[in-house]
């Protein structure tokens, strides 16, 4: 998270805020961090530096702390029962809809395929989703999983709302 301290802010942008992280279980907010905020790295890199850094962190940031993940590229995405994962955190709040859970397994591939038949009832539903054209040989792996979720981070919320009410600028 950033903290509303001056020097974070300048720089990594606009302070976390909790209702981007209010449906995550479980919570991730913490005092200690190692290595740089990840709030706000949603399309700050492409994702080729993405997929680099997962697999070989020090070849893209040499004084990086992080380990590799190199396994998530051969690790298929298990998604079968994501639908009844949904269900579960609606039941802790995280206000899925049931079309969103009807949907989920069809648009986890949509995402993943341009070509996908859902892609466009994807785009329907969600105009702003980003599809990615993932051709790997092991169809839509963890490594693309994690990497549209890091994509996504910061990028969900308009700060010029909560900017406006404080007058920041």
Known sequence: ?????????????HYSLAAESMYDHPHQWGSKRNGPDLARVGGKYSNDWQ??????PRAMVPTSIMPGYPFL?????N????????????IVGVPYTDAQIENAQIDILAQGTLDH????TLNQRYPSA???????E???TEEDALIAYLQHLGVSVDFKIYNDKANIR
Do not use: F
């Open 51 to 56: 997929r680099d850094h997962l697999r070989n």
């Open 73 to 77: 590229t051969k690790t298929p995405l």
């Open 117 to 120: 038949s859902g892609a466009t």
């Open 138 to 140: 092991n169809g839509i």
């Open 1 to 13: 998270m950033i903290r509303p301290l001056r020097d974070e802010v300048e720089r990594y942008g």
């Open 79 to 90: 998604a079968e029962h994501i639908a009844e994962q949904m269900r579960t955190l609606r």
């Open 130 to 136: 980003i599809i990615n054209d993932i051709t790997s």
